[in-house]
């Protein structure tokens, strides 16, 4: 058997140009070692989805986890893969190998050349613990005819989740009053400020084949009193979208109302959360739909005194 056929059967699969996608580095270089030499391999095919938009890396994710780790993706056509593969610059630093061999591979990227459709390559989830895995489990290259999407293939649905799991939205302040120490029975006023622009937006596109764009919107907040409910009463009648500022006079609807002192507590604080929620909506070359929430929360410690009173006659 030619050295290049047993790398082949081994799962190293050696292209004519020196080609080994590497899972740990996709649309990156990588080494590979076989029979003492060692081949220097370049990805054939560019990771082709970009990711733009506001919500792209200017405030916090929530790890969001696309369903489908890996997949396909529509790369080249038969004649810009052909020519790719043949070209001397592409191969300049391919190891030396035989000429049969060489042929072989290229036999059916030639007999694609003027087929309607394009080479698809597969592409995975770097933060998705089972990305590398799923990858490993798709073939390097499948040819699919124009207008069809072969099984695996990424679809405007799977767009919308990558997109999804791209977004970003602010992290807010967590404001209180009484603010440096509040008391038991004492209504504390809990409100996000810093939030800014209350939409952000992420659009996942492949060039020429397919856009998706995922928008997040501010819906609410949650407050967590950091405790049990015979410790606090939540009062969430009238947050809005970011909760109730303080006002004198105004009437207390959004915040928290401690029942007991928090001197027994770690630090002897209570830990108060207010999470932002984002509903986010799928646009573009899909139906539009509705994904998971995106939900940030910040945190701040508490302190919650009692106010003695003596009663005398």
Not at 58 to 73: A, L, N, Q, T
Not at 78 to 96: H, I, Q, S, V, W
Not at 282 to 297: H, I, K, N, R, S
């Amino acid at each position: 058997m030619k050295p290049l056929i047993a790398a082949m059967t081994a799962g190293l699969l050696m292209f004519g140009n020196g080609l080994l996608p590497d899972p740990k580095n996709p649309g990156g270089e990588s080494t590979i070692t076989q029979d003492e030499n060692t081949t220097y391999v370049d990805l054939a095919v560019r990771e082709k989805i970009t990711i733009t938009g506001d919500g792209v890396g200017r405030g916090r994710g929530d790890d969001y986890r696309i369903p489908r780790p890996c997949w396909y993706e529509p790369a080249r056509s038969g004649e810009d893969m052909y020519r790719f593969l043949t070209d001397p610059r592409t191969n300049a630093r391919r190891a030396a190998i035989d000429e049969e061999s060489r042929l072989e591979f290229l036999k059916p990227f030639e007999e694609k050349r003027d087929a309607d459709g394009f080479w698809w390559v597969p592409n995975y989830d770097q933060n998705h613990p089972d990305g590398a895995a799923c990858w490993g489990d798709l073939e390097l290259f499948v040819f699919v005819p124009t207008g069809t999407t072969p099984p695996s293939g990424i679809t405007p649905e799977q767009l919308a989740h990558i997109a999804r799991g791209s977004l970003t939205v602010p992290e807010h302040t967590v404001r209180l009053n009484p603010d440096a120490k509040s008391f038991v029975n004492l209504d504390t006023w809990v409100w996000a400020e810093g939030i800014g622009e209350t939409t952000r937006t992420v659009t996942a596109t492949i060039p020429g084949f397919m856009s998706v764009t995922v928008t997040a919107t501010l819906d609410s907040i949650t407050i967590d009193p950091g405790t049990s409910e015979d410790r606090a009463v939540t009062e969430l009648a009238d947050c809005g979208t970011t909760g109730k500022p303080y006002v004198r006079g105004g009437t207390f609807s959004c915040g928290v109302r401690y029942l007991r002192s928090s001197i027994d507590q770690p630090g002897g604080t209570y830990t108060l959360g207010v999470t932002s929620v984002w509903s986010t909506r799928a646009t573009g070359d899909v139906a539009p739909f509705q994904l998971a929430p995106v939900e940030v929360e910040i945190t701040r410690d508490v302190e919650v005194g009692e106010i003695q009173s003596n009663v005398r006659p």
